[in-house]
């Protein structure tokens, strides 16, 4: 090859390695509408103000509710119904161990979400790590962890009545999590479902969505230098673009990271960042940027096969400094994001070199 034709090749890989799009999950996120003016009154810390407080689900007064978790399915009425859980403002952050389960609901994807209490009246409501899907059947099921036993309620319409099915069943054999804890769970599209634990033990279900389930090898998280294993938590996992993925939050160095498989099962990879809140990743369409203190529980909502929104619990402030009572709060943000283009470029990375 002369030395004209070498200098040609080099100058084209180079453009196609700087065209190439970005593979980290960050950069897919997109700027939030603005429903309502941004408000500097609103609850909280500077660094989350001016904000739209009718983005996601909040408690505009902080006088009576703290909102986490936050899991959106659009129903057959065209509606938005979110399924999260709340504790008494007055209480404080630490009086989540005692929050109930509750449905909201919303004409837009990004709200606002109007709460409309308890979806079941059972067990005292009580409620945390709240999640949902749309079963293969055409109902619906949540599933609660962490203060409940992987306990499931179904419902063939998202407005109830909703019926206790018990808790999951699972082989203990390799369960190595302290119990069912921030468990996040998908069905499969070649039948079944799939749970990712706190920790990162996949279980596998290849029947029913109360199991029995069986854990399928040793956590999937990678080993990242400068991460403690046991500050991991807040998984989501969700089917896309033909791949599984994982989110996973490692609260001690506040970052969240991206993984995704073939089969949901063997050989999880680490793609990159997933978000970090000292970046400005939150952010409206006039440039206005938000940085919460905390952004925790991330859940994903998907239209045609690929996420178009993320989901949010966020605090302003570092939780043992809301004390009840006083200017900080949490709420359920919704943040836009680009899936199709993510898993364009993940297929893009993923194609052999001709």
């Known amino acids: 090859m002369n ?28 700027p939030m509408p603005i429903t309502t003016p941004l408000s500097s009154a609103a609850w909280g810390l500077p660094g989350v103000l001016p904000r739209d407080v009718n983005n996601g689900l909040e408690d505009k007064s902080n006088k009576s509710w703290c909102y986490w978790d936050g899991k959106i399915l659009k129903g057959k009425d065209g509606r938005y119904h979110m399924f999260a859980s709340r504790w008494p403002e007055q209480e404080g952050h630490h009086a989540w161990g005692r929050s109930i389960a509750i449905h909201a609901v919303s004409d837009s994807v990004t709200g606002p979400y109007v709460d409309k209490g308890p979806f079941f009246i059972d067990h005292d409501s009580k409620g945390h790590n709240v999640t949902a899907l749309e079963l293969p059947d055409g109902r619906y099921a949540v599933l609660l962890s962490e203060t409940r036993p992987g306990d499931v309620y179904i419902s063939s319409s998202l407005d109830g009545p909703w019926e206790y099915q018990g808790p999951i069943q699972y082989d203990r054999d390799g369960f190595t999590d302290r119990g069912p804890s921030n468990w996040s769970i998908v069905a499969r599209p070649e039948g079944g ?27 999937v998280y990678p080993d990242v230098p400068g991460l403690e294993f046991r500050t991991a938590e807040d998984p989501v996992i969700w089917y896309s673009g033909g791949r599984y993925h994982i989110v996973v939050n490692w609260w001690s160095a506040r970052k ?3 993984l995704t498989s073939a089969d949901g099962i063997h050989d999880w990879k680490l793609v990159g960042l997933a978000y970090d809140p000292r970046v400005d990743f939150i952010r409206y369409t006039d440039g206005t940027v938000n940085r919460w203190t905390k952004i925790e529980r991330p859940g994903v909502y998907l239209e045609n096969g690929h996420v178009t929104h993320f989901t949010f619990a966020v605090i302003d402030s570092e939780k043992d400094d809301d004390k009840g009572g006083d200017n900080h709060g949490s709420k359920v943000i919704v943040v836009p994001f680009d899936g199709a283009a993510l898993d364009a470029a993940l297929d893009a990375t993923a194609a052999p070199a001709p």
Request: net charge positive.
């Open 3 to 30: 030395r004209h034709l070498s200098a040609l090749v080099f100058c084209c890989a180079a453009a196609t390695a700087l065209a190439a799009p970005p593979t980290e999950l960050i950069d897919y996120f997109r």
């Open 193 to 219: 479902f799939l749970i990712v634990t706190r920790h990162g033990l996949i279980l596998l279900s290849t029947g029913s969505i109360m199991g029995p389930y069986k854990v399928q090898g040793k956590t």
């Open 256 to 258: 969240a990271y991206h």
